[in-house]
Structure formats: C-alpha cells, structure tokens
C-alpha cells in the first residue's frame, strides 16, 4: 500500500543531498580522536548555526557564512543560489 506509490515517486521526482567536506578546524568533540582531520556525522552543524563562531579560523567563518547565506536562501526562495530581496 506503501511501498509501490514511494517506489514510482523516488524514480520520478526530483531529489537532492549534500556531502559536506570541511573538518572541524577547531577541537570541538574534546579528546573525540575519531573525528580528528574528517569529517564526521553531524560534522556541518557547528557552521550551520554558527554556534562555535569565536572557535572558527578564517577559513570556518567563510564556511559558516556561506552555509548560511545558502540555507536562508533556500527557506526563502526555494533555490539556495537565489535570494529573495
């Protein structure tokens, strides 16, 4: 009942994920060496929500405001490359 109308919707719409790429350049798991110079589940977040901002090289803070600016984006148009004035 399921199944068969997910099936034909997968097949026919369009759909999108991202991969995301940038390790933390910071220590934000404490003493977590499995995430040390990769990128690990829920990695983007810190950027997301800029939430460790004053812990951000250069480079992250470029990174975090992009991600930004694309999700608002996004939630505004419907295109993370285009805004909405």
């Not at 220590?27 to 995430?35: A, L």
């Not at 983007?44 to 470029?62: C, H, I, M, Q």
Request: charged share 15%; hydrophobic share 35%; proline share 6%.
């Amino acid at each position: 009942m399921f199944v068969c109308p997910t099936r034909i919707y997968a097949r026919n719409a369009a759909n999108y994920s991202y991969v995301f790429g940038f390790p933390l350049d910071f220590d934000g798991w404490k003493n977590q060496t499995f995430c040390e110079n990769h990128v690990c589940h829920a990695g983007e977040l810190p950027y997301t929500f800029e939430s460790a901002w004053v812990n951000f090289t250069d480079a992250g803070k470029r990174v975090a405001t992009s991600m930004v600016t694309y999700w608002t984006n996004f939630a505004k148009s419907h295109d993370p490359n285009q805004p909405v004035s």
